[in-house]
């Protein structure tokens, strides 16, 4: 695709149920990013995968946060038993390739709502 | 105290106005970019730097190594150009750290 998409955008869900959030890069890119961004607050790192490995989950906020990407493209977050704390804009990036003279690519954003 | 701190955090401008919206970071850093969020929208990335200054269009950005400093200057500014501008750094650890934003209204 042309840019990194998310899905769905917007997501109510009541407390306790599971929810799967999923991204789609752009095709061949190698690294990706999810980020978690409060009401007002920049976005703060969750995990990070370079093709299919996870690199780097030390964001992820707890065990009930799990993520994967397990062909290299296609990512999905999964968040267990969801708490009113878990509302956020969840976004996703991706880049080309590793390290910092990449260029990162957001994705629109899926906005979780725990009621 | 956060690693990557902006200023100001909410800035209102008259149409046509220079404006400097300023990030400053405490860690070692290879790139800083510079980031454009519209309410509801997603992110766009507007420039990636490691050194001296970046120009595209009206909006010029600056970084200074030594003093871990770096701006973000639009000329002339424009209603479409209301946002939230975000700074984010990456660091040693391999992540991009992001500012908590500049909140951008400009007024016609």
């Known amino acids: 695709g042309a840019g990194v998409s998310q899905s769905p955008r917007y997501k109510v869900a009541k407390r306790g149920q599971d929810v799967a959030l999923r991204c789609d890069p752009i095709?061949?890119?190698?690294?990706l990013f999810w980020y978690q961004q409060a009401l007002g607050q920049g976005p703060e790192f969750l995990t990070y995968?370079?093709?299919?490995?996870?690199?780097?989950k030390s964001g992820l906020p707890s065990d009930r946060f799990f993520a994967e990407r397990p062909e290299g493209s296609v990512s999905t977050l999964k968040i267990q038993r969801t708490q009113q704390e878990d509302s956020a804009v969840y976004l996703c990036a991706s880049s080309r390739l590793t390290g910092a003279d990449t260029e990162a690519f957001f994705g629109q954003g899926t906005r979780l709502t725990v009621v | 105290k956060n690693e990557v701190e902006q200023s100001p955090q909410n800035l209102t401008a008259q149409e046509g106005e220079f404006i400097t919206i300023n990030c400053s970071y405490s860690?070692?850093?290879?790139?800083l970019h510079w980031l454009q969020q519209h309410p509801g929208g997603g992110i766009v990335s507007l420039f990636m730097l490691s050194s001296g200054k970046k120009k595209h269009g009206r909006l010029i950005a600056t970084i200074n190594i030594q003093e871990k400093h770096s701006s973000l200057h639009i000329t002339a500014s424009h209603p479409r150009d209301s946002a939230v501008y975000i700074c984010?750094?990456?660091?040693?650890?391999?992540?991009?750290?992001f500012g908590t934003g500049t909140l951008l209204a400009v007024q016609p």
């Open positions: 995968f370079q093709n299919e490995a996870q690199l780097d």
């Open positions: 095709s061949g890119h190698v690294s």
């Open positions: 860690v070692g850093i290879s790139a």
């Open positions: 984010a750094v990456w660091g040693a650890t391999n992540k991009l750290i």
